[in-house]
């Protein structure tokens, strides 16, 4: 499915020069949001003149915060496109397409994971928690600080 996917297929067979030349440029800036929460980080990108296109959050109290708190974070003041969903379910291409982007037109990404696995002030943090797991899992892997000795 990925293959044939006419966002993420946009890039084949194009120079590339032409590819460098346009990566992650858009006017104004975009952006795409990775455990979103009730949408502080895309408050800031907004606030900073980016257009938030897509919005991934499987927590529905902080997805119905969010849709309340982005209604103009979108092109043309728009609400962004929100995914309530798990993000290790949704795949590459089904963002791009939320967005109508393809690879590489996509000024920044972020994402949020919860701090409350990661907080000393949280005493009653499990440590069976997937998202905090995943999270030092992808900063063990990624050669990045791990958040759990800040």
Not at 11 to 16: A, K, T
Not at 28 to 43: K, N, Q, Y
Not at 61 to 89: C, F, H, K, T
């Amino acid at each position: 499915m990925l293959e044939t996917s006419r966002y993420v297929g946009a890039l084949r067979g194009e120079n590339m020069d032409d590819i460098s030349a346009r990566l992650g440029h858009s006017d104004p800036p975009t952006h795409i949001s990775l455990l979103a929460g009730v949408g502080g980080f895309d408050l800031g990108f907004h606030k900073a003149g980016y257009d938030t296109l897509v919005a991934v959050e499987q927590d529905q109290n902080a997805a119905d915060s969010y849709r309340l708190n982005s209604a103009d974070w979108g092109p043309d003041n728009s609400a962004p496109v929100l995914m309530e969903r798990d993000i290790r379910d949704v795949a590459t291409w089904e963002i791009l397409e939320a967005a109508d982007i393809g690879l590489g037109e996509c000024t920044t990404i972020t994402g949020g994971p919860p701090c409350q696995g990661f907080s000393h002030l949280n005493t009653d943090r499990e440590s069976g928690d997937r998202v905090t797991n995943s999270t030092k899992r992808w900063f063990a892997s990624s050669g990045r600080p791990n958040p759990s000795r800040s």
